[in-house]
């Protein structure tokens, strides 16, 4: 095989013949012969006279290079050309494909896989036994090397895994291969320390070629809280040209939907391999946050989770007598405020109005009386997975609370009386702490000598006070004692939360047990020495492509290992969950170094990516055979007897019934129905809607379309008069600017004239609003979001993407930032942005183009949310009180938004508009 660049020859010999061409040019020159020139007087007399045949002394020069071209053209096709020659696997013997299948291949794995196809089919044509291996995990014996039609069938099996495997796991495997064979190796493009060593153990056994993307890889680092900001690290594995990408903070909404929180984007230098996010968020949308991700990139790599460490906890702090301003120290809520301060949200009220906030915990400081309504709001709040943190003091010693009945909201009974007054017991001699036992929150902690306790009250010796205690002093009397209440717990220090009956509130230990109480949360990670002793339960595990799914029947893990902070197959990222508190694990951590593997110099490395080989030859001969068909052609005009005039008013006549046909068919008498339907379409601006089929869908489509034209008559200049339901099969569309088309599970499909209209109304400028109505909770896999996809398939749909900030229909009428309807959900997908739609810089929005999307895609029930009666009220009900009107005004503005898009295009990206935008943005 010849190639020359991208073309190759597979019989280039055959090139041979293309030096004969010139000798093929003086022949046919040759032909026909010169005249002889012979003077005659005579032959004045027939000057001006024109014979019907004529016959040319000398072959033109243009039609000798027609004739040429076509014998150049039947020589390179016989010659076996190729575009894009596939390198073919040289050898016979055993082939080893060698698969990294980390998180690192996730984001190209369908090539990746792609490629591994490729190569099997080359080993098979060539007999050579084959043997996969994906180093997550290695067999433990002989390679398996069997036909490649075996490996073919288990490909579809193979996926890459959250983890890497062992350095030293994987060169053991290495040094032990024994036997020849050649080596091709899909690295994931990560360096580790593990790469040199199997190559060179691999080179001993044979040949080896890598195959690896050149794209970067990029990664986050875990989130930290900082300052009152959340720093976010975005790294990637080689310096380059710069580059932008974009970090999304993802967490659940009030309504429970998981949605992107905030968005930003982060800049790498040319020559940076790192980049600094910073963002302020209130503290009520920073804990929501559940994970941060590079958006567009599908890694484990680009998702870094979030767990208590980042969120700061909202405590509500109440005392029994805060009179003492003058005298802070001995105030109640001191110690607690210089404790919780730097970690957690505090929170001032009496208990009805801190209840209405839901905080995290509520600390009640020398508490006794509660009233019967505010017990059982905070019973209610407790079920539901609060945490109540009592402390003791003179009010609650002196009173009668949990005396003979345990009170719902203690953990144990009190003793009356003791031996001081008011119940509290004293002694002369001060007691210190017992230590922590196992099954204490508090146990691993080390007990400060200093610490020691003069007064507390006293639990009634009940049979469950055992199980409740969990710190005790060291003669065995409780410190704290604990109990479940729903999926909440009330806890009871049986001391002062001041200095008064104890020097628990001076040390370290107090800011300690709160923390494993989870009354609060330092923003650091935990080392394994705050591990040490606990175990930890898998809740959610990250898949390679950056997915959460259940944790399933994992094990738990013990804390000192969780702390070393590196994944592997018994210990996947996602999040943990001990006691008190929950614990992510990532795949990028802190000190995770993210490069670019380096190979030895000599070592063949090759992209995952290969052009499409395609055979030229079918292609040049039939170029030679139309070639030579217009030599033929151009022949016969040159000696007079091709007859162009004849065969012009042929030609012309031909031409002018196939533009006379079509309009002939155009202007057949249409029905009286279609008159009044075209009439009634084009005589205002009429919105409409897909019939379904279903009555209900199609009568709330109607509904909410008038609502929408109602509003467009009382805000905009725009007129719509009363919409209509269209029947694909039946009506024309090109009278309709916009088509809202409600997805049921049983509408039937179109047929194929009908979808040969909806593309036609699509490329024409028409838009179509699809709308699942079920808030995109089960994407594809709910029934609409099935019945989405077949309705859609057959459609000329464009690139889509999810709507970017900057999009014009979020500004086209009203500045929008959501887009809900009766739901709130967080999809909306429209056509993609060209590529070379880039923002420059000093303007908020890129300069698009100024097309309409074609396709809107959603699942929010915008018509529901639209409908309204003839008096103006609502149809169906939207959220609860003033949120849920907020968001009607939303989809309202949405919808405006959207009619305004497709009757204007995208006007409002031109510069001219920015100075009013920035106005209205109040920048």
């Known amino acids: 095989m010849l190639a020359l660049g991208p073309l190759a020859f597979t019989v280039p010999w055959l090139l041979l013949g293309l030096g004969a061409l010139p000798v093929l040019w003086l022949l046919l020159r040759a032909v026909p012969p010169a005249p002889i020139r012979r003077r005659f007087p005579g032959v004045a007399l027939l000057l001006g006279l024109r014979d019907d045949d004529s016959q040319s002394d000398k072959t033109p020069w243009w039609l000798l290079l027609i004739r040429v071209l076509a014998v150049a053209a039947v020589i390179l096709g016989f010659a076996g050309p190729v575009l894009n020659p596939q390198t073919r696997e040289p050898g016979t013997g055993p082939l080893l494909v060698l698969i990294d299948g980390t998180w690192a291949d996730a984001r190209d794995w369908s090539p990746r896989i792609e490629r591994v196809g490729t190569l099997l089919d080359e080993a098979g044509r060539a007999n050579r036994p084959v043997a996969v291996v994906v180093t997550t995990d290695v067999p433990a014996g002989a390679l398996s090397f069997q036909t490649a039609d075996v490996w073919q069938t288990l490909l579809a099996s193979l996926q890459p895994v959250a983890w890497v495997p062992e350095d030293g796991d994987l060169m053991r495997w290495a040094d032990s291969r024994e036997g020849r064979f050649d080596t091709v190796w899909l690295s994931d493009g990560v360096a580790r320390e593990a790469k040199g060593p199997v190559l060179a153990a691999l080179q001993n056994r044979g040949a080896v070629r890598i195959i690896e993307s050149g794209r970067p890889l990029y990664g986050l680092r875990p989130a930290r809280y900082a300052e009152g900001e959340i720093d976010v690290t975005v790294i990637r594995d080689r310096p380059g040209i710069a580059s932008t990408v974009t970090v999304a903070a993802l967490g659940p909404d009030p309504a429970g939907i998981t949605r992107a929180l905030a968005q930003a984007d982060v800049t790498f230098d040319a020559d940076a391999t790192e980049a600094q996010l910073r963002l302020a968020l209130p503290a009520e949308l920073r804990n929501r946050v559940a994970r941060f991700e590079i958006v567009g990139q599908r890694s484990a790599a680009a998702v870094s989770l979030t767990d208590d460490a980042l969120k700061r906890r909202e405590v509500a702090l109440i005392a029994g007598n805060d009179q003492r301003e003058g005298l802070e120290l001995l105030s109640p809520l001191h110690y607690l405020q210089q404790a919780l301060e730097p970690t957690a949200d505090l929170i001032d009220g009496d208990i009805a109005q801190v209840l209405l906030a839901n905080p995290d915990a509520i600390v009640l400081a020398d508490v006794a009386r509660i009233t019967d309504a505010e017990t059982a709001a905070m019973i209610t709040w407790l079920e539901a997975g609060g945490l109540l943190v009592r402390f003791a003091g003179p009010r609650l010693a002196a009173s009668d609370i949990s005396r003979d009945i345990e009170d719902p909201l203690m953990p144990v009974r009190l003793r009356a009386g003791g031996r001081s007054l008011g119940g509290a017991m004293s002694w002369g001699e001060p007691k210190t702490l017992r230590p922590f036992t196992e099954g204490s929150p508090f146990f691993g902690l080390t007990l400060p000598d200093d610490v020691t306790v003069t007064s507390q009250v006293l639990a009634q010796p009940d049979p469950t006070l055992a199980e409740r205690e969990i710190a005790a002093l060291s003669d065995g009397t409780p410190l704290v004692s604990s109990k479940q209440v729903g999926a909440g717990r009330v806890v009871l220090f049986h001391v002062t939360a001041n200095a008064d009956w104890s020097t628990l509130p001076l040390s370290g230990l107090f800011v300690q047990m709160l923390e494993r109480l989870a009354v609060s949360t330092r923003p650091a990670q935990l080392s394994a020495a705050d591990l040490d002793g606990t175990v930890w339960e898998p809740e959610e595990v990250l898949n390679a492509f950056g997915q959460l799914g259940d944790a399933a029947a994992l094990p738990g893990l013990p804390g000192a290992r969780l702390a070393l902070g590196h994944p592997a197959a018994d210990m996947p990222p996602g999040l943990y969950a001990g006691d ?217 749909i464009p690139p889509l993407e999810q709507m970017p900030p900057d999009h014009v229909l979020t500004r086209t009428f009203y500045l929008l930032q959501d887009v809900p309807g009766r739901f709130n959900g967080r999809d909306l997908w429209v056509e993609a942005a060209p590529p070379d739609a880039e923002l420059v810089e000093g303007m908020p929005f890129r300069n698009l183009n100024d097309g309409v999307t074609p396709v809107v895609i959603g699942g929010n029930d915008w018509a529901s949310a639209w409908a309204m009666n003839d008096s103006g009220q609502p149809l169906y009900p939207v959220g609860r009180g003033y949120a849920g009107d907020r968001q009607r005004e939303l989809a309202y503005r949405f919808g405006i938004n959207l009619v305004m898009h497709v009757l204007t295009g995208n006007y409002k990206s031109d510069q001219v508009h920015v100075p009013a935008l920035l106005d209205r943005l109040g920048q």
């Open 580 to 796: 008190d508190r929950r614990i992510a694990l990532n795949v990028i951590g802190a000190e995770t170094p993210l490069t670019a593997s380096t190979w030895p110099q000599g070592t063949p490395v090759e992209g995952i990516s290969i052009a499409e080989e395609t055979q030229l030859t079918g292609a040049l001969l039939t170029a030679a055979l139309l070639v030579l068909v217009a030599d033929l052609l151009a022949s016969l005009a040159v000696s007079g007897k091709l007859g162009l005039r004849r065969t012009g008013h042929v030609a012309v006549l031909l031409l002018a019934a196939a533009l006379i046909a079509p309009d002939a068919r155009a202007q057949s008498p249409a029905s009286p129905a279609e008159d009044a339907f075209a009439l009634a379409a084009t005589s205002d601006v009429i919105l409409a809607h897909v019939l379904t089929g279903n009555a209900a869908v199609d009568r709330a489509a109607q509904e909410g379309l008038e609502g929408l034209s109602t509003m467009l008559f009382a805000r905009t200049s725009v007129e719509p008069s009363t919409p209509m339901g269209v029947d694909l099969e039946q009506d024309e569309l090109s009278f309709f600017p916009l088509l809202y088309w409600p997805v049921t599970a049983d509408q039937p499909l179109p047929s194929s004239e009908a979808y040969a209209k909806l593309n036609r109304f699509l490329r024409s400028g028409g838009m179509v609003l699809f709308d699942t109505r079920d808030a995109d909770l089960g994407g594809a896999t709910s029934a609409n979001g099935a019945k989405l996809q077949q309705l859609a398939r057959p459609l000329d």
